[in-house]
């Protein structure tokens, strides 16, 4: 199986930062592309940014310009840079791994993170 654990969340005031990281393991032959999420009580679940093995990535139109996503391959580690973080991206953040567990399988599969809580006081 593979497990996702994260980490960086908190409470922080408007204007301030934070750095999420999320880690896979397990049994992984190429993790494809990770990325993060958020998600509010009773709303879709939302793209924030996504970053592909080689280093493509996409943003939501909402972080443009703020958040920054990174990734350590040799690690299967993401990172996110939230930097001028606004009231309104107080949500739950997930990580998504889609990872390809065999190099015998060209198959992914996408695995979540237990979800780490930002929150920005105005």
């Known amino acids: 199986q593979v497990q996702l654990v994260e980490s960086g969340g908190g409470l922080v005031q408007a204007g301030g930062s934070l750095r999420l990281s999320c880690v896979a393991s397990?049994?992984?032959?190429?993790?494809?592309?990770m990325g993060w999420y958020r998600q509010a009580p009773g709303k879709q679940r939302e793209l924030v940014a996504i970053?592909?093995?080689?280093?493509?990535?996409n943003y939501a139109d909402f972080v443009k310009g703020r958040f920054t996503i990174s990734r350590d391959n040799a690690k299967n580690t993401v990172l996110l840079q939230m930097n001028g973080l606004k009231p309104e991206d107080t949500d739950v953040y997930y990580c998504?791994?889609?990872?390809?567990?065999?190099?015998?399988?060209?198959?992914?599969?996408?695995?979540w993170g237990q979800g780490t809580q930002v929150t920005v006081s105005s």
């Open positions: 998504n791994a889609r990872v390809r567990r065999f190099y015998s399988s060209t198959s992914t599969n996408d695995y």
């Open positions: 970053i592909t093995n080689g280093g493509s990535t």
């Open positions: 397990g049994s992984i032959f190429r993790v494809e592309s």
